[in-house]
């Protein structure tokens, strides 16, 4: 039987992925980190058993770049609500891979472009979409299965056209035009 005084000293740790992605952002924004095995570690410790495939999606996911630190070269995320860094093609296969496995439809009206997620993914979604930085977009709101897309030109025809060209990403073929 274990005492209830240790029982109260273990950390419990949610096993989601949000949990995984906030303990990964607040170890990089500790430490220098250098590299995925490191980094696995240091998540160890913290209770979060990943192995190295889930650790290199995260950072993809997270958008974390190498980059130039005092003692060589370790990973950093963007601040909050910042674009994320990376070739057009990289942002791309990134949304691409979310608007896949979320979008379940796209529809322009107005200024607007309306998608719906299962439920649960339209905040995961719009967070993305906001990190992608995708020009025509002004920002997005986030239900628990829409997403509100507020384009930056009222025409109609420019939401419709991005909604096309969103569900298009999500087939696997590229976001610009």
């Known amino acids: 039987m274990v005492s209830p005084r240790r029982l109260r000293a273990v950390q419990q740790v949610p096993l989601t992925k949000a949990a ?11 430490q220098p980190v250098a590299s995925q095995t490191e980094l696995g570690r240091l998540l160890a410790a913290k209770g979060l058993q990943v192995t190295q495939a889930t650790v290199s999606r995260d950072l993809e996911e997270l958008g974390a770049v190498k980059v130039r630190s005092a003692g060589g070269t370790s990973y950093a995320v963007p601040p ?18 979310l608007l896949e496995e979320l979008c379940v439809s796209a529809e ?9 997620t299962p439920p649960g993914g339209a905040h995961l979604l ?19 299965d829409t997403v509100l897309l507020i384009t930056r030109t009222p025409a109609t025809p420019h ?6 060209r969103l569900l298009r990403l999500g087939e696997g073929r590229p976001l610009q035009p």
């Open 159 to 164: 939401a419709t056209g991005l909604a096309s």
């Open 126 to 144: 719009a967070a993305a979409l906001d990190r992608a930085g995708v020009p025509e977009v002004a920002g997005t709101v986030a239900g628990d």
């Open 80 to 97: 909050e609500g910042q674009p994320r860094t990376g070739t057009p093609e990289a942002v791309d296969a990134r949304l691409g891979r």
């Open 20 to 30: 995984r992605h906030a303990a990964i952002v607040d170890l990089l924004g500790a």
């Open 108 to 116: 322009a009206t107005g200024a607007f472009v309306v998608l719906r």
